[in-house]
């Protein structure tokens, strides 16, 4: 028996005897055609070559190319584990040639390959052409062929093309008769469905081009494109019939058997090929970085991974079965694929994951999808509103529900599915609440509708392949732009600004014209790129080149991966205590809010740089897993206040301890939940150096600091500014610290001294103005005033004081602070209940025309352009207590 892995490697090793590059598989996610959701073929990664786009320094090419389908235009996915060739994953064992050799050495090479190097029986062969290909035809005749065993074709069938216009030409493929024991009939006979003839390899003569107008005419560049899969091959070679008793698949479902303690050869054969094919596909995919997720490609993960534990659960499994089989895919296919073994762990976490919170909501929608069927009369099909609640609710795709239907005899209402679908977007767009220029935004849900949401490929990749679903102008939707323009496109590596980190810039390039985008945002999960068309004209439709500028990438990844150690390092220093409340993660710098009541002391910040400084030189690896937000908290993990997190996030860990310091989570220095991008080695943010700490708002301190050569150029920059400040105060350079240290604690200590006496001075009434009068409204009592002279961050801490003296009641303060007014409420504990200071600020602010503010129900600040309406906001509050 030979094994699949010893019939890919004979085949590889075959045509790089004959002079062609081995080439690597591409990955599943096609960065160089927008219109595939996954590489479904050999040739995907060979397309620029064949059109000419792309020149490499090989003419002759061989690949086993790792094929997903189960999505868009190629779906195998329902046909899965009911048929004895559909996949899912498959490996497509190709040829190439790129203008070098054609039909006379491409049929020969096909044929010595398969009769010799396999040993396959040359009676078993027989072959197809074009009808009208008859150089095909006399040299499969020439090799030996009987006449009758090469059929012609006058099919697509036969006739290869890459869309309506462009590179096709005629095909040439080889089938294998399994015997008369079988039934079927030929290729081209009325029985040809059957499985007698099976097609094994499939040969085609890219030899010309095609117009719009339906003409054609010969490509300069004539070149061989082949596929053969692996799986089907495999178990000719093998002596099976079905490709799923093979060796590779065979093993992987004995180790499905083993799990669920279930015979393979049983009842729970379907169930058992339908967990092995899944498993292929789902691991490859995690592997290179696709995530389950409601949206895109992550949408067909999810699908294919509850599709196979739906499976498990069928075979009565009760505890989780996808993730122990990862093991035995590895030992099997690692070695050819190391990038299975490289991402073992995420493959496991994810999948152990998925099912855990499949599993819990499996035996609730299985009930409502019984008590539905229930009701309906034999035969009858499933209402779509039915089905959309099985979706909607507990996260059924609608090929599960109908995969579970199917083994009663059922359908699914899919057009009430989706006037169910389309009634729950409308309900989306009509919330959305944006004024001005994001009411624009609007439009964005359109094109998601239409076409979908963007699927973000930048974890992984700078460069890739769109395609153009949407350009705006002046927030209209247009068909081309020429000046300012919005696009947005099925797929990019732009990342949209989100969680502080900016969006990227870089380039769009289609035939007609180049775009230079500036920035990027995200609305309804759509990405929108905004930038200038600087040469031609954009259009919809059109395919792009997406190009995200490197450098600038580089300098935000830098900055945002230093944010994460900041975090860390502030909370070794200062305390458990500190929280991040925001941060900004531009190419030249990073800020970073924390809850802090302090300033830091020189001392701090110089800690916190040594301690971030030290990691980076650790040049440890940043590492990404995916897992549901309440057990990335239960290991530690840390979350931004506030953040809404979906079902599954990205859990960021970086750094290892030496012992001396406190981590997140056992020896990983920094674990925080995260969906921006990193570096891949902390030594490439290269240095990191704070600018100094300021307040930001009531109780929360500002960080801003630089990294890499910003943050080496800032430091030459004050090792020349020492120098020179040392020249004018006359003393060494040595001393200039620390006579600057003690200047700058002189300095703040009177600053310190002025606001409170400030604060003092407002309290006892001072400068001609009387302190806040108690007055008794609907029982409580209430001080509402003007205070002059004090800053809004004096507010908070005078309202305080104010709470204390009256023992119960509500403050109101605005401070006049030369044009704009800052407004602090305050209730005492006893009357919260009651009345919150959120309720009163708001009110007051309001009257002032201001927007927002909001606190605690004990403290509430905001602010407005003005103070003049002062005595129509205290007004204002007092209402709030008569209500």
Same mark, same amino acid.
């Given at each position: 028996m030979t094994s699949l892995a010893d019939i890919r490697s004979t085949f590889l090793n075959f045509f790089d005897k004959?002079?062609?590059?081995?080439?690597a598989s591409s990955p599943l996610v096609p960065r160089n055609d927008p219109t595939l959701m996954f590489t479904n073929s050999g040739m995907v990664q060979f397309k620029n070559r064949f059109t000419g786009v792309e020149a490499g320094d090989y003419q002759r090419a061989t690949t086993s190319q790792k094929c997903v389908r189960a999505g868009g235009k190629h779906n195998d996915?329902?046909?899965?584990?009911?048929?004895?060739?559909h996949h899912t994953f498959f490996e497509m064992l190709g040829n190439f040639s790129f203008g070098d050799y054609f039909k006379s050495e491409a049929i020969p090479f096909a044929w010595d390959l398969l009769t010799k190097d396999f040993g396959i029986d040359k009676s078993r062969l027989l072959t197809t052409v074009y009808h009208t290909d008859q150089e095909a035809f006399d040299l499969w005749k020439k090799i030996g062929v009987p006449?009758?065993?090469?059929?012609?074709?006058? #099919?697509?069938?036969?006739?290869?093309?890459?869309?309506?216009?462009?590179?096709? /030409?005629?095909? &040439?493929?080889?089938?294998?008769?399994? *015997?008369?024991?079988?039934?079927?009939?030929?290729?081209g006979s009325a029985d040809e469905d059957g499985d007698r003839f099976i097609e094994i390899w499939n040969v085609v003569f890219m030899q010309n081009e095609q117009f719009e107008d339906g003409t054609m005419k010969p490509l300069e560049m004539q070149s061989i494109d082949t596929g053969m899969g692996l799986e089907r091959i495999g178990a000719l070679l093998q002596g099976k019939h079905d490709n799923y008793d093979t060796d590779l698949m065979r093993a992987l479902i004995e180790a499905s058997a083993q799990a669920t303690s279930v015979n393979p050869d049983g009842d *729970?054969? &379907?169930?058992?090929?339908?967990i092995a094919d899944h498993l292929r596909s789902t691991s490859f995919l995690i592997a290179e970085g696709v995530l389950p997720s409601n949206e895109g490609r992550g949408y067909v993960l999810r699908r294919i991974m509850r599709r196979a534990m739906r499976h498990a659960h069928l075979l009565g499994a009760k505890d989780p079965v996808m993730h122990r089989l990862v093991p035995e895919l590895v030992k099997q296919m690692g070695g050819a694929y190391p990038e299975l073994g490289q991402g073992q762990r995420l493959i496991e976490e994810t999948l152990l994951n998925e099912e855990i919170r499949f599993k819990q909501t499996l035996d609730r929608g299985l009930k409502l999808l019984d008590d539905e069927v229930s009701s309906l009369g034999e035969g009858d099909d499933l209402p779509g509103a039915a089905a959309f609640k099985l979706y909607d609710t507990y996260g059924f795709p609608l090929d599960l529900t109908q995969d579970a239907l199917r083994e009663q005899g059922r359908g699914v209402d899919t057009d009430g599915f989706d006037a169910a679908m389309a009634e729950q977007k409308a309900k989306a767009r009509a919330a959305w609440s944006g004024t001005g220029a994001q009411?624009?935004?609007?439009?964005?849900?359109?094109v998601a509708d239409k076409h979908g949401t #963007?699927?973000?490929?930048?974890?992984?990749?700078?460069?890739?392949?769109?395609?153009?679903?949407?350009?705006?102008?002046? /927030?209209?939707?247009?068909?081309?732009? &020429?000046?300012e323009v919005q696009i947005a496109l099925n797929q990019t590596p732009f990342y949209a600004e989100a969680g502080g980190q900016v969006g990227d810039a870089g380039t769009i390039t289609t035939e007609t014209g180049t775009a230079q985008i500036t920035d990027t945002k995200k609305v309804a999960g759509v990405y929108i790129h905004i930038g200038t068309v600087t040469q031609g004209e954009i259009k919809r439709g059109q395919a792009a080149s997406l190009s995200v500028l490197t450098d600038r990438r580089a300098q935000v990844e830098a900055n945002h991966s230093a944010t994460h150690l900041l975090n860390e390092a502030l909370r070794n220093t200062l305390g458990d205590h500190i929280a991040q409340r925001g941060s900004l993660n531009a190419p030249d710098r990073l800020r970073f809010d924390f809850s802090h009541t302090a300033a830091l002391t020189l001392d701090d910040l110089d800690a916190v740089e040594k301690e971030v400084n030290a990691l980076i030189r650790q040049n440890g690896a940043v590492e990404t897993r995916i897992m549901t937000p309440d057990d990335a908290r239960a290991? *530690?993990?840390?979350?931004?206040?506030?953040?809404?997190?979906?079902?599954?996030?990205?859990?960021? +860990?970086?750094?290892?301890?030496? *012992?001396?310091?406190?981590? &997140? +989570?056992?020896?990983?220095? +920094?674990?925080?939940l995260c969906g921006g991008t990193h570096v891949r080695q902390l030594g490439e943010i290269g240095a990191f150096v704070t600018l100094g700490d300021s307040a930001s708002s009531a109780g929360v301190r500002r960080i801003e600091a630089l990294t890499g050569q910003a943050a080496l150029d800032y430091l030459r920059g004050q090792d020349h500014r020492l120098a020179e400040t040392a020249l004018a105060m006359k003393v060494p350079t040595a001393d200039v610290a620390e006579r600057v240290k003690a200047l700058m604690d002189e300095r703040k200590a009177l600053t310190n001294e002025v606001a409170q006496l400030r604060r003092e001075l407002a309290m006892a009434g001072g400068a001609g103005e009387a302190g806040p009068t108690q007055e008794d409204v609907n029982g409580i009592c209430f001080m509402g005033q003007v205070m002059q002279g004090v800053s809004g961050k004096d507010l908070p801490g005078l309202v305080d004081q104010f709470k204390d003296k009256v023992g119960s009641g509500v403050v109101l303060l605005i401070a006049d602070t030369g044009g704009k007014a800052a407004i602090a409420a305050g209730v005492t504990a006893d009357l919260t209940a009651k009345v919150s200071a959120v309720d009163v600020l708001k009110a007051a602010v309001a009257a002032l025309g201001g927007k927002g503010g909001g606190g605690r129900p004990d403290m509430a600040q905001g602010g407005a352009a003005s103070a003049d309406a002062a005595d129509e906001a205290i007004a204002a509050a007092r209402k709030v207590l008569e209500g």
């Open positions: 004959n002079g062609h590059q081995v080439v996915l329902d046909n899965v584990g009911y048929t004895a060739r006449e009758d065993r090469i059929i012609k074709i006058d #099919t697509d069938d036969n006739f290869w093309r890459m869309g309506p216009t462009g590179p096709c /030409g005629p095909c &040439t493929e080889i089938f294998y008769d399994h *015997g008369d024991h079988i039934w079927g009939g030929p290729p *729970g054969n &379907t169930h058992h090929r339908v009411a624009d935004a609007t439009v964005w849900f359109d #963007t699927d973000f490929l930048g974890y992984d990749t700078l460069t890739a392949e769109g395609q153009i679903v949407g350009v705006v102008v002046d /927030g209209q939707v247009a068909d081309t732009a &020429t000046g290991m *530690g993990a840390q979350a931004l206040f506030g953040e809404k997190y979906g079902d599954e996030v990205r859990v960021v +860990s970086m750094g290892q301890l030496d *012992g001396s310091g406190k981590g &997140t +989570s056992g020896n990983t220095y +920094s674990l925080e």
